[in-house]
Nanobody
Framework: QVQVVESGGGLVQAGGSLRLSCLAS????????MAWFRQAPVKEREGIAY????????YYGDSVKGRFTISRDNPKNTLYLQMNRLKPEDTAMYYC?????????????????WGQGTQVTVSS
């Protein structure tokens, strides 16, 4: 049975940092392209970071480029998102997901095995 559990969210002041973790079990994590998405109230789910299994290739959404870093530890089945210089507009529920079909990395329809998410709130 596949389980995906995000953690590390919380309340932080603007300019601060957080590190999110995502533990994925029951799937071939080391062979999967993985991504972080976020969703704010009344907004669509947004792809923000993507990483291939070898960790050498990553992509970022324009809204987080230069501030966030995606990484992974395959032996630990864990995905990370280091978030620096946080802004109030980064406030959202953050999810990790494994890609299960081809297509754009930022399109949530190409991803399955979603976790419950972890809330990030950035105060001004």
């Amino acid at each position: 049975q596949v389980q995906v559990v995000e953690s590390g969210g919380g309340l932080v002041q603007a300019g601060g940092s957080l590190r999110l973790s995502c533990l994925a079990s029951g799937l071939d994590f080391g062979d999967r392209n993985m991504a972080w998405f976020r969703q704010a109230p009344v907004k669509e789910r947004e792809g923000i970071a993507y990483i291939l299994p070898n960790s050498r290739t990553t992509y970022y959404g324009d809204s987080v480029k230069g501030r966030f870093t995606i990484s992974r530890d395959n032996p630990k089945n864990t995905l990370y998102l280091q978030m620096n210089r946080l802004k109030p507009e980064d406030t959202a529920m953050y999810y990790c997901a494994a890609q299960w079909r081809g297509g754009a990395w930022y399109d949530s329809r190409n991803f399955g095995y979603w976790g419950q998410g972890t809330q990030v709130t950035v105060s001004s």
